[in-house]
Structure formats: structure tokens, C-alpha cells
């Protein structure tokens, strides 16, 4: 079946503008999750999402980051005011979380590159 | 912090047994040892679980010491293809928590 997608896969901006990051998980996963990785650097988590809710917001790096879900399926990372520090890959993984072990499935990352 | 320690790098020829070492020491008895491998450019992909038990899938096995505080990952017949950074990761099987992923192994399958 379809995997984790998201949109854009590539994304260039001036410094000072928004971003928005589109995450669509796979079909009847209930948690989603979005990470960070910086050039040659390991996964940074950022926010963790059951359902539309977001219990774990602990690894947002600054009010300048938002997301949302809706419909418990969807969801949008936002960055104002981008800063050249932002520049990153942005992967979200979803998993179903309705019992059993929970495991993550990745998409292949939004690159985000802040001129 | 991640609750795992792998080593940097490590090197395997091609068609060989990869044995790729994790030490977490402090795991807690819910909390399960999870592999994910990121080859370059791409998402981290899911490899392999486990509690408690020897694993084994169509991708690898997973052996964990009796006292849980460590455990191999084992690719029986690594091709070029496996070259990833390979990451091993303790966090509890279920209720949405956050995976933590240290700085991982980088695999090198050579010719």
C-alpha cells in the first residue's frame, strides 16, 4: 500500500518568509510524528500528534514552529520567519497506535533551504 | 539523550555477515530495542524489533543478551545496498512516545 508522502520534497526560501510542510501518513495510522535532521546529523525529534491532538510538543525548537492535524490524517509543519539555521530535512513518520507494538514509517523528507 | 551507544563506523565485505553492536544498559523491562537503517537521501526505513527474544525477518535478526543490555543487529549476506546508517533505539512499544535516535552506525559494504 502507500507509504508516508510529503510535500514538497524540495523547498528553497528567503530568509524572513514562511514555510509550510505537508504530511499525508498512511491510511488508519493514528499517531504522526515530525523530526528534524540537519546536515549530518541524527534525527531531532519535534512533535508528536494522536490523533489531532498534540501531547508532546517538547522538541519544537521556538514559537517561530506550529503544526496541526486535522481530521487525523493530515498534517501541516510551519515555520515563520524562517532562519538560515532552519535549513533542514523535515521527515514526518506515522504509526498505528491503537495497541500492539508501535512502529514508524517514514516519508522520504521535505529539504528545506533557507537563503 | 538516546539511551544507546553504537560505534561510528564499521566496514563489511560484500556478501558477509554484517554484526552491527548496540549497548543500552539502562533499558527498562517495557521498553523494546527497535532498528531503523537510513540510507542516504532517504527516510529512516524499519528494520527489526524485540523484547526479550531472538527476532528474525526477511531483513535481518535481532539477538539480545539475556540481561537486555545489549544486542546485534545481523545481516546474514550484506550487499552494497546495505550501506546506511544504521540506528538502534529502546523506547516503549506502544502509547506515542518520542523515538529518540542517537548518532548511529555508519555501514560501509565494500566490493
Known amino acids: 500500500g502507500a507509504g508516508v508522502s510529503q510535500s514538497p520534497s524540495n523547498k528553497v526560501t528567503e530568509k524572513g518568509k514562511d514555510v509550510e510542510l505537508r504530511c499525508d501518513p498512511i491510511s488508519g495510522h493514528t499517531a504522526l510524528y515530525w523530526y528534524r535532521q540537519s546536515l549530518g546529523q541524527g534525527l531531532e525529534f519535534l512533535i508528536y500528534?494522536?490523533?489531532?491532538?498534540?501531547?508532546?510538543k517538547s522538541g519544537l525548537p521556538s514559537d517561530r514552529f506550529s503544526a496541526e492535524r486535522t481530521g487525523g490524517s493530515v498534517s501541516t509543519l510551519t515555520i515563520q520567519r524562517t532562519q538560515q539555521e532552519d535549513s533542514a530535512v523535515y521527515l514526518c513518520a506515522s504509526s498505528f497506535n491503537g495497541g500492539g507494538v508501535e512502529t514508524q514509517y517514514f516519508g522520504p523528507g521535505t529539504r528545506l533551504l533557507v537563503l | 539523550d538516546a539511551k544507546t551507544t553504537q560505534p561510528p563506523s564499521m566496514d563489511c565485505a560484500e556478501g558477509r555477515a554484517a554484526n552491527l553492536p548496540c549497548n543500552h544498559s539502562t533499558i527498562s523491562g517495557n521498553e523494546y530495542v527497535y532498528w531503523y537503517r537510513q540510507i542516504h537521501s532517504q527516510g529512516p526505513q524499519y528494520i527489526i524489533h524485540g523484547l526479550k527474544n531472538n527476532e528474525t525477518n526477511e531483513m535481518a535478526s535481532l539477538i539480545i543478551t539475556e540481561d537486555r543490555k545489549s544486542s546485534t543487529l545481523i545481516l546474514p549476506h550484506a550487499t552494497l545496498r546495505d550501506t546506511a546508517v544504521y540506528y538502534c533505539i529502546v523506547r516503549v512499544g506502544t502509547g506515542g512516545f518520542k523515538t529518540i535516535f542517537g548518532a548511529g552506525t555508519r555501514l560501509f559494504v565494500k566490493a
Open positions: 500528534f494522536q490523533g489531532n491532538s498534540a501531547p508532546d
